[in-house]
């Protein structure tokens, strides 16, 4: 038998493996522990968040981070403004009321190039532009009153000549005939419409200029001053996982049922709400300068709508510079 003989060589391919094992293992222990807010609960909303995790990319910028869902219960801006979570979810209109009360936030990355409230009816009496609510009886939360107030001031229509029906979230009024039509997300209540075997008719308000920001993501101006790289590394690791999800929306809506099997999720509904998302999400901006992107002019529409909602705010609201980073 041949005895094979130390030398330099193999000692140091020895101690650069073990240098190398060394250094994985710091970096490992290295990883940032984050929470990142959503502001619902988990459903293939925040696909491109749980590919994200799911492959890593989070891991491969040091950042281990928890996923905290959202809810009723749970609303987003408390955690980031007492520095428990990292990052949260939310939209223009709540940020820009939290802002006027005093929160330091700023909005780094828009997930929703457009809004997602839609005007829901159905093909024999549809509402296909704001001048068809005039006369109806549209089904809606009391709450949502200056998202409708809105609209029709940006259209001339005379919100006094629309029968507004208090219900709950649910297709069941407009499907029993108790309302000509529901003010409600293009993402969910039509999405069920269709998944039993009906054809509503959507009018996306973003189409007719309300615009408000949505799926945005907000940081504090404190954790923009000092924790700039993790904010860099979460928003790089997001866009990954929504670049992931546009290329295939059926294995987001698979994985988002695998990893919460508990949460009652029905895979059909939510491979049809993954795919109802696309045009929300993904635009000529993002195609030319990436996801999440937003534009002065798109800010400036935002602040015009805001100011209508009774939310005036500055368009310094809006911080580009994380996404610049991460876009690299």
Same mark, same amino acid.
């Given at each position: ?236 690791? +997001?866009? &990954? *996982? ?6 295939? /929306?059926? #294995? !987001?809506?698979?994985? $988002?049922? @695998? ?27 993002? +195609?030319? &300068? *990436? ?6 002019? /798109?800010? #400036? !529409?935002?602040?015009? $709508?805001? @100011? ?21």
């Amino acid at each position: 038998m041949k005895l094979i003989q130390p030398n330099r060589r193999l000692f140091l391919g020895g101690a650069a493996a073990l240098g190398a094992s060394a250094m994985l293992s710091a970096r490992a222990r290295a990883q940032e522990a984050v929470n990142f807010q959503l502001s619902w609960l988990h459903s293939v909303q925040f696909g491109g968040s749980y590919i994200a995790l799911d492959k890593g990319y989070w891991a491969e910028e040091d950042l281990a981070v928890t996923l905290l869902p959202g809810g009723p219960n749970a609303p987003v801006e408390p955690p980031v403004v007492a520095g428990t979570a990292l990052v949260g979810i939310s939209a223009a209109d709540y940020t820009a009321a939290a802002v006027n009360q005093g929160a330091p936030f700023r909005i780094i990355g828009v997930a929703m190039q457009k809004n997602p409230f839609t005007i829901a009816s159905l093909p024999e009496n549809p509402v296909n532009e704001p001048a068809d609510l005039v006369g109806k009886r549209i089904g809606m939360a009391l709450a949502n009153m200056p998202v409708l107030e809105a609209l029709c001031s940006i259209n001339g229509v005379d919100v006094g000549e629309i029968e507004v029906v208090p219900t709950q979230y649910d297709p069941a009024p407009l499907v029993q005939g108790q309302v000509d039509c529901l003010l409600c997300w293009l993402t969910d209540l039509p999405v069920a419409m269709e998944i039993q075997g009906l054809e509503p008719v959507t009018m996306l308000l973003a189409d007719f200029g309300y615009a408000v920001h949505s799926q945005t993501y907000i940081a504090t101006e404190d954790t923009l001053a000092n924790r700039r790289e993790d904010l860099v590394g979460l928003m790089r690791g +997001e866009v &990954r *996982g929504w670049e992931d999800y546009l290329a295939d /929306t059926d #294995a !987001a809506a698979e994985l $988002t049922v @695998e990893m919460f099997p508990d949460a009652g999720l029905d895979l059909e509904t939510q491979k049809l709400q993954a795919a109802r998302q696309v045009p929300l999400m993904f635009s000529d901006l993002t +195609e030319d &300068r *990436g996801f999440g992107w937003f534009t002065d002019e /798109t800010v #400036a !529409a935002n602040v015009e $709508t805001l @100011e209508l909602l009774g939310n005036p705010v500055s368009p310094d609201l809006w911080d580009l510079s994380i996404l610049e980073e991460a876009h690299g």
